[in-house]
């Protein structure tokens, strides 16, 4: 929608008017004072203009997508919002310049003017063009294109239509539900309890999966159990008297004579009021169908009278934080149907009049990869297989269908409600959302993108907006978690103490998705099977796939501001050096995976760049250009073969995570497993670093550790023993530090690190542990280690057992001992590490007995006894692991093997071994 656009530029232009820009600019432009003041404010100017332009597309909505001259108009506002964003950082460019621009430029006078100050003077002139340019687009805006309908706002006409037409379409499909069996017993088994309390029942899933259709299934046949009942539908945008008038009309239904039959005079006090009184002497079952917000839902159940006589409000959602106002366990969370289910439903509803609903024999191919692509979403499934109905039973027809079917789910008429699904939900996200949501849809389906991954992004794509005393970070977990709890996204994967890990989106969703991308000019995607074309129409592209061809298909790079490959295949040698130097803007550069050797020295061009991607990359150093990224905000080296920065590295003043980790150990097990970077002279200056992984220490860095003070991650390798105490009081200066770790240059050099860290929730010590210090380092402490939920111990050479010690650390989730004890034997006793899911076991050459009480780690999921080389009998205690998911024996000897064959405690048990070589 061009309202991001806007909304981008808008923030854009703040940036350029912050203060610390314009007291730079105000030194560098002294002499010429009166000029800048008058371009600020007229870049001032075009923000409030860009912010009204924003606000009254808000509220336009999509109600005139295909009405020619709203898109026209819209077209021509995106343009001018891309043109003022090129102007903004052409003024950005040059602000951050801290000399003047070459030479000097001459005039036909003879006398001479500095290059720099034509370059403002040009950019002065642009801003006032672009200035007459929205002139024009509002009074445009004015005399064609209507912003209201019979005296109403059209937007909010638009989305109860859409909405109304939706619910309507979704609660005819009710007898064509399948593969929802469980659901419907465990809702019919709540509205059959004997409890007399209101209950609130929640179903709760992305648009489409079939809530409203499972609603109204059970609503049908469970209704006449109750003394009243009804079914309102609210969507997004409701009148709140309309829908208390829909309630006494559905309630009244079957009985004239009750004091709701006549309610069409009151006002909506009096109407309150007799619903109260009615409700209050009848059991009822009502359903509020589309619950958007909480707000909503209080409003429309303040006059729902808890009269202890077994009521049931039955409320369906697609927020989790509407969900969560049902009654303690009463949400239904509603999936995909599995694939034979979702076969069931499509042969159903495309093979009618057959008896058993087959598909013929010949088609079969082509329908098993058609339903595929339906991703078991029931919305979709209903109305493809309605296609197919109208559709010609000939192979050739269906493999024409099976490879356009993208396009008929984005252009089809008879697909309207599934692209209706996605536009109600689009529509209801504020902006700074609706642009996170947009990014995501732009990588592949089988690309599962990371937390981390996704909010360094959105960071350095200027997405996130500050918020109080929360760092970007902090905020931009914010927006995922709440399109994670507007189901857009689906979370795939938790951290073993229950962080946000891994993300995808339904395949139905983004491809809709990307449609919005391309139409509103968000950003494309590149696929081989494209043929090679690519219309390079946005600011984003993601290369899903590379071929030798692609670099042909540029028409126009110069506005792109994000490069991302997906691909790891050879990118074309003249590609990124094309990249550097037309992509002048360029934002995000991200080329991980590829075997690039080295980047081009025109990187350092890249004024605006706030992200630069070299992980797993073959790439040797940098170039020495990089110095001049002053907006770098992420540089990821991570896996490549970079070993040492150059000494420009200390001038990016505004980096906020420093990934250059290398491993060379895969399995983690040797000492040096792997290596960090060398960083110069001058990392103290780097004071808004967040992440500095990993960090090779040296004497010259280890005096400018303690500047980091905002550092939230931090390892540290090649570390002697000596440097303890001048480590433990510069971790003291990073009170907000929660994820560390140190690595020992050596097995003999000796790590005490006496440190309190009251955020620290991740701490992995590889080397000698001083003797005593689990039990004299606050880091081990109760009190110190309260919010610790990961510890790795490696090469500790403990001869004490350690369990005793840090059995105190009862929120551990993740616990890993490699070849950290020497002793005999260790004992789990009943209630130690409550919470630990996993738990490693690595090269304990001396572990000959390994007992775990019942009781202790009551929440363990995995656990991997690996090389235990003296172990000779099966834990005993392992039986009592109940909610064990997979237990690992690798490095095993024969005799050992044929002992958990007899074992019998773990029959039954899924576990795995490998034997020793």
Known sequence: MAEIVIFLTIKKIGIALATRVVDQANTQFAKYRTQLLELQGNMGHVASELRIMHDVLCQMGIQNRNNQVYEG?????????????????????????????????????????????????????????????????????????????????????????????????????????????????????????????????????????????????VY????????????????????????????????????????????????????????????????????????????????MSRVLIHNDKGSILIITTRECDVAALASRGHILTLEALPEDKGWDLVCKKAFPRDTNHECPVELKSWFEQIVRKCKGLPLVIVLVGSLLRVREKTVEEWRIINGQLN?????????????????????YLPTHLKSCFLYCSLFSEDHLPKRKELVRLWIAEGFIEGRGESTLEEVAEGYLKELIDRNILQLVERNSFGRMKEFRMHDILRKLAVDLCKKNHFGVTYEDNCGGSLEMDGHRLVMHKLNKGVQQSFSSIHQLRTFIALDSSMLSPTLLPLLCKESRYMTVLELSGLPIEKIPDATGDLFNLRHLGLRNTKVKMLPKSVEKLSNLLILDLSRSDIHELPSGIVKLKK?????????????????????????????????????????????????????????????????????????????????????????????????LLNVLLPNLQKLCLRGRLAEGALEESPLFQASGGQDLHELVLSWSQLIEEPLPSLSCLSNLTFLDFTKAYNGEQLAFFTGWFPKLKILYLIDLPNLNQLQIQQGAMASLEKL???????????????????????????????????????????????????LRC
């Open 73 to 217: 108009w819209l077209e021509e506002a995106r343009k001018v919002a891309h043109v003022m964003e090129d102007v903004v950082d052409e003024y950005l460019c040059l602000v951050g310049r801290e000399h003047d621009i070459g030479c000097c430029f001459y005039l036909k006078k003879g006398c001479k003017k500095p290059r720099s100050m034509l370059y403002l003077n040009r950019i002065a002139f642009k801003v006032k063009e672009i200035e007459k340019d929205l002139s024009h687009l509002s009074e445009t805006k004015n005399c064609f294109v209507p912003v209201t309908i019979n005296g109403d706002t059209s937007n909010l006409n638009y989305i109860v239509k859409r909405s109304k037409d939706l619910a309507n379409f979704s609660r005819s499909l009710d007898e064509d539900i399948v593969g929802v069996d469980k659901n419907r017993e465990r809702l019919e088994q709540w509205l059959a309890g004997d409890d007399l309390k209101c209950s609130v029942i929640a179903l709760l899933g992305m648009g489409g999966l079939g809530k409203t259709a499972l609603a109204r299934n």
């Open 220 to 299: 049908k046949k469970e209704r006449e159990r109750f003394q009243c009942h009804a079914w309102v539908s609210i969507s997004q945008t409701y009148s709140r008297e309309d829908v208390l008038r829909n309630r006494s009309k559905e309630l009244s239904k079957d009985n004239k004579a009750n004091i709701l039959s006549n309610t069409t005079g009151m006002d909506i006090t009096c109407l309150e009021e007799t619903l109260n009184k009615f409700l209050e002497q009848h059991k009822y079952l009502i359903i509020l169908d589309d619950i958007w917000t909480p707000e909503a839902f209080d409003e």
């Open 407 to 427: 396009w008929e789910l984005n252009n089809n008429s008879r697909l309207d409600q599934i692209r209706n699904v996605l536009h109600l939900s689009f529509i």
């Open 655 to 751: 980096l906020r995570h420093l990934l250059a980790e290398k491993t060379i150990d895969p399995y983690w097990r040797g000492l040096q497993c792997c290596r960090g970077v060398r960083v110069p002279n001058g990392l103290g200056n780097l004071i808004n670093l967040q992440t500095l992984q990993a960090l090779e220490l040296q004497d010259e860095s280890l005096r400018h550790l303690g500047a980091l003070r905002q550092l939230r991650s931090l390892r540290l390798w090649n570390v002697k023993g000596i440097c303890s105490g001048r480590i433990s009081e510069s971790l003291f200066q990073m009170q907000s530090l929660s994820d560390l770790s140190v690595s020992a240059s050596d097995e003999n050099e000796v790590l």
């Open 864 to 914: 991997y006894l690996i090389n235990l080389s003296s172990l000779m009998e099966v834990s005993p205690g392992i039986e009592f692991l109940v909610p064990l998911q997979r237990l690992v024996f690798y490095e095993i000897s024969n005799e050992f093997l044929m002992l958990l064959r007899q074992f019998s405690a773990i029959e039954g048990t899924q576990w795995q071994h490998t």
